[in-house]
């Protein structure tokens, strides 16, 4: 069965191989040589001042954002299940929660951030998705990022990009905090969260909040390559390969493949008929809009080996999400939309005529400059 789904997404085989070594004990020279280039590369990937790998989800990273950064007042954005995620944590510790809430396809306004912090000089945190996966769809984050730093660069910006580092290049200059996790675009199986910090986030950590989540001590820990509790040595040694083989690709090319294998599957999708769901679809996933999206998936699955994912919530049943983040070989992507083609076909809606590849194929090759194709 090929996984399919935004998250968890495939594990590659020369990760699974590097993490099926024996327990290396977490407090030892050996481990701390693998931590310290897992770090040096994590830093690259997030091209930020400071990182934490912490052992949880990414819902932990969230957390220990919210509790670490946010000291009085928040705003967030609330277009989807993440969105949501981040108002309950800022509720659940007690802190004033101001929530923008759009529909599950919309993206948030720069004019609608603007407005929410003229209302309230009380905001001094901002958390949003970069990518929302709940229905596909991408924040313009960068620039709600640049204009919040400057009306007050003290309000500390928080991005989830769960489904986006490692799928897009982020711009960091405006952002103080930049959420990454295992299981979705980093290829890893699910366990670990990483977290790129500004220097103006690490100052206002401070001396950190909580106990197991506390920023504070995992950077001084860490700056030290090791944890502050057992580090998840199998999953840092699974992250150290990822990114080697990311490096070893090139991040240049590595994100060109990405963007050209988004497109292709949008423009495959919507060749046949598919309604594409989000006004501003992230490069993550193509979320379709689908009365039948049960028995879309059902068919990929029973008849064509493929595992997409459905909707959440008031989506549940309408939605289908087919995962676009990570190494993934392009047979596979190209066999997908072939594979929503047949179900069409299937389900009497368009007869089968091969369209879905050819079309994949036709905008991969010509969004890829034509000597350095797959
Ligand atoms: C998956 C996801 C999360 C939550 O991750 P868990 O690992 O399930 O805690 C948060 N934000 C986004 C955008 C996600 O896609």
């Not at 001042?49 to 912490?54: N, S």
């Not at 969260?193 to 001084?220: P, Q």
């Not at 294998?261 to 060749?271: D, H, I, S, V």
């Not at 028995?295 to 919530?313: H, P, Y």
């Amino acid at each position: 069965m090929l996984l399919f789904t935004p998250g968890p997404t495939p594990v590659p085989e020369a990760v699974r191989m590097a993490m099926s070594g024996p327990t290396i004990h977490h407090r030892t020279p050996e481990f701390e040589a693998i931590f310290k280039e897992a770090r040096t590369r994590l830093m690259r990937l997030f091209g930020m001042d400071e990182c934490v790998m912490l052992a949880s989800t990414g819902t932990g990273a969230m957390e220990a954002c919210v509790t670490n950064m946010c000291t009085k007042k928040v705003l967030t954005v609330n277009a989807g299940k993440f969105g949501e995620r981040f108002g309950k944590i800022v509720e659940a510790f007690g802190l004033e929660l101001v929530e923008l809430k759009y529909g599950w396809d919309t993206p948030a306004s720069i004019e609608d951030v603007k407005a929410a912090l003229a209302d309230d000089p009380d905001i001094d945190a901002f958390c949003i998705q970069v990518s929302e996966s709940a229905g596909g769809l991408r924040h313009p984050v960068e620039e709600i990022a640049a204009m919040i730093k400057a009306v007050n660069p003290e309000i500390m910006v928080i991005a989830d990009g769960i489904t986006a580092v490692g799928v897009e290049p982020i711009d960091t200059t405006h952002i103080d905090a930049l959420i990454a996790g295992s299981q979705k675009a980093l290829m890893l199986p699910p366990g670990m969260a990483m977290v790129g910090l500004s220097d103006a986030a690490v100052r206002r950590i401070g001396g950190g909040t909580g106990y197991y989540l506390n920023l504070a001590s995992e950077i001084k820990k860490q700056q030290k390559n090791t944890t502050a509790y057992t580090a998840p040595t199998t999953l840092i040694v699974g992250l150290n390969k990822v990114l080697e083989m990311i490096e070893e690709e090139g991040y240049d090319l590595f994100y060109r493949r990405t963007h050209a294998r988004a497109l292709a599957t949008r423009a495959a999708l919507e060749a046949i008929g598919c309604i594409l769901y989000p006004k501003m679809p992230a490069l993550s996933m193509s979320a379709v809009y689908d009365e039948e999206a049960n028995m879309v998936r059902s068919i990929l699955k029973t008849e064509f080996g493929v595992n997409i994912a459905g909707g959440q919530d008031h989506l549940k049943g309408k939605l289908f999400r087919i995962n676009q983040m990570g190494l993934i070989p392009l047979h596979e992507s190209a066999w997908v939309v072939n594979a929503v083609e047949w179900a069409y076909d299937r389900m009497d809606r368009r007869p089968y005529d091969g369209l879905a590849s050819k079309v994949f194929n036709e905008v991969y090759f010509n969004t890829l400059s034509a000597n350095e194709h797959a």
